[in-house]
């Protein structure tokens, strides 16, 4: 599984779900294993004990995580102990993911790490900018999206450069790439795009009227599903049937993430207390003291 985005080091916006919840299972468009019901906790496993501040979490469990952030940051959860690892660079890391231990990709300020399971080294492009984000679907399929729109594609032998057909504005914390069957989906300011047989091609449907600022996959029922987020609250996609309005839930939405099932949950920093709510907008939980960054 990925978990993915974002979290504070103590604990940080969008991944704050990572390090809230996690459970073994978890797809490599999740951080929660399945649809809980609301009274089942949450249980918290951030890294209390490092002054560090954290940007991106993956991992294939709760016991099993890797945790990086600002100055080159990196700490490793195995068991119920957090350790900090050496530092691989002095940039600070703004996104992470893996498709296992032995292939895991982390955006720095300078440039793409890639981690074997035992060392980090620089690979790929070096022109990422700020804020880009990567997904690994396989040690032969990984992308990475800027936030100018410039996407790279690695396919085990050599890295290809596209620009991806959205207006390239992404402001959000959110992940604004996730991985697909057979291939990728980019949300972004007015318009959404798949990456599919070597290609991106917009995604049809009213969504230039949205700033779009997170997705996630979340299969229903056996149809291939996608839920992004914007100001407002929720958009659902199913392939080959186009967007709708999922709900409207106003608030400061900054996150989505799903467990591959019918239910999703939405980081909202609105009032005095962060809260996890579901696709129906119902709260789940409240989390205090944690405010985005």
Not at 106 to 112: I, R
Request: aromatic share 10%; proline share 7%.
């Amino acid at each position: 599984m990925a978990v993915g985005k974002r979290i504070r080091g103590l604990p940080l916006p969008g991944l704050l779900a990572a390090l809230l919840v996690c459970a073994p299972g978890c797809d490599s468009a999740s951080v929660l294993t399945e649809a809980a019901p609301a009274s089942t906790p949450w249980h918290l496993v951030s890294p209390r004990d490092f002054p560090v501040w954290l940007t991106a979490v993956w991992g294939d469990g709760p016991d099993h995580l890797l945790a990086v952030g600002s100055f080159g940051a990196v700490l490793v959860k195995e068991g119920a102990t957090w350790r900090e690892a050496p530092r691989p660079t002095t940039g600070s890391f703004y996104d992470l993911h893996g498709c296992d231990w032995q292939h895991v990709y982390g955006v720095t300020a300078e440039g793409l790490l890639f981690f074997d399971g035992r060392s980090w080294t620089r690979t790929g492009p070096a022109d990422l900018g700020d804020g880009a984000r990567v997904w690994c679907r396989a040690p032969d399929d990984v992308m990475v999206v800027t936030a100018r729109g410039v996407s790279h594609h690695f396919d085990g032998a050599a890295w290809t450069r596209a620009t991806v057909p959205v207006d390239p504005y992404w402001s959000g914390p959110g992940r604004w790439l996730t991985g697909t069957s057979d291939g990728y989906l980019a949300v972004g300011f007015r318009g959404a795009a798949y990456w599919r047989g070597g290609r991106w091609e917009p995604v049809p449907g009213a969504t230039d009227q949205f700033a779009l600022l997170a997705v996630c996959r979340a299969d229903s029922a056996g149809s291939e599903r996608y839920l992004a987020i914007d100001s407002g609250g929720v958009l659902e996609l199913v392939r080959g049937a186009g967007w709708r309005r999922h709900a409207w839930l106003g608030g400061n939405l900054r996150d989505i993430v799903s467990g591959g099932g019918a239910r999703a949950f939405l980081y909202d920093e609105t009032g005095p207390s962060a809260t996890i709510r579901s696709d129906t907008g119902d709260t789940l939980a409240p989390v205090t003291g944690v405010r985005p960054g």
